[in-house]
């Protein structure tokens, strides 16, 4: 075990389960704010709606996943006195580019475990896109090789610092695609999930693949830790999905953002820290009682890291 592995437990509950709050979108956000029609968003109300979502929900949770941009500074809010909680720093570059629309994933090397660890974080959360049966064209870079070569980089920095390496995982269409069946929707996030085990991050987040047969199939293939991430979908159909992710795939949590506090985005200050003090907080105490007794400790998780 390594001491990143270890240090996992900085953002786990007591029980060694994951139940953190994704609060790290940048340009998601804002397309959420422009959705509600208000077109240029502050920065300082990007910043006030993270303190205040951290601020309403911490004590249930085990950490928050934050951005360097708005979530970090956010904290400065924050009474320094009451319920303690874990750090996780994006540390993804906000911009990508692609190849024929495809995207292609860069690591930043200024963004690194140090980096994270001197703004407080306690761990590393990396954002990827990756298809594992996506091949290069002639003279084409190949994103899929570019993608595990970060990934390696990431982990083996955040080892020598001695911080856990989350990877969050989000596959893609490929130029041209068809939309998939379900089945393979399932089967493109299980075989990127195998890939990226193969280079032993210490939590992988992934979406929910579908179904009981799926998550059984994820289980079966990965050593290391996994926590499922919400996607936006209704809090209702996630806290489903996390249930089936624990009860079949052996699943250490959940990553999840907005089906937890999307609403909130657009209303007043007072209306957003009531709706959050009350109904944020009801739902990620009731995700909390999903995966309590449910959701696998990343302590029993084999690991050859």
């Not at 804002?30 to 303190?51: F, N, Q």
């Not at 990127?192 to 059984?216: H, Q």
């Amino acid at each position: 075990m390594t001491d990143s592995f270890a240090a996992l437990k900085n953002i786990a509950t007591a029980d060694g389960t994951f139940a953190i709050v994704a609060m790290d979108q940048r340009n998601t956000l804002k397309r959420m704010y422009h959705s509600v029609g208000i077109a240029d968003p502050s920065d300082a109300e990007l910043t006030d709606i993270k303190a205040d979502t951290v601020q309403a929900l911490r004590g249930v949770g085990s950490g928050f996943l934050l951005d360097p941009t708005y979530g970090v500074p956010a904290l400065a809010q924050l009474p320094t006195d009451g319920p303690s909680y874990g750090v996780l720093v994006a540390a993804e570059p906000s911009v990508r580019g692609n190849v024929n629309g495809e995207p292609r994933t860069h690591r930043d090397p200024a963004l690194n475990a140090q980096w994270v660890k001197d703004q407080g974080g306690d761990a590393v959360k990396f954002l990827v896109q990756l298809r594992a049966d996506r091949t290069a064209a002639p003279g084409e870079p190949d994103i899929t090789a570019e993608v595990l070569e970060v990934v390696k980089q990431v982990v083996a920095d955040c080892r020598e610092v001695g911080i856990p390496s989350v990877v969050e995982n989000l596959i893609f269409p490929l130029a041209g695609e068809e939309p998939p069946t379900a089945q393979q929707r399932a089967d493109r996030i299980i075989e990127a999930a195998v890939m990226l085990d193969e280079l032993r991050p210490d939590l992988i987040k992934l979406e929910y693949p579908g179904d009981a047969a799926s998550c059984r199939k994820l289980a079966d293939s990965l050593h290391s830790p996994w926590a499922v991430l919400s996607a936006g979908v209704g809090f209702d159909q996630f806290a489903e999905a996390l249930r089936v992710s624990c009860d079949e795939g052996g699943t250490s949590g959940f990553i999840a953002g907005r089906s937890i506090w999307k609403e909130a985005v657009g209303m007043s200050r007072p209306e957003r820290q009531e709706f959050l003090g009350n109904e944020g907080r009801r739902r990620l105490d009731n995700l909390v009682k999903v995966i309590d007794g449910r959701a696998r400790p990343y302590t029993e998780v084999v690991t050859t890291a």
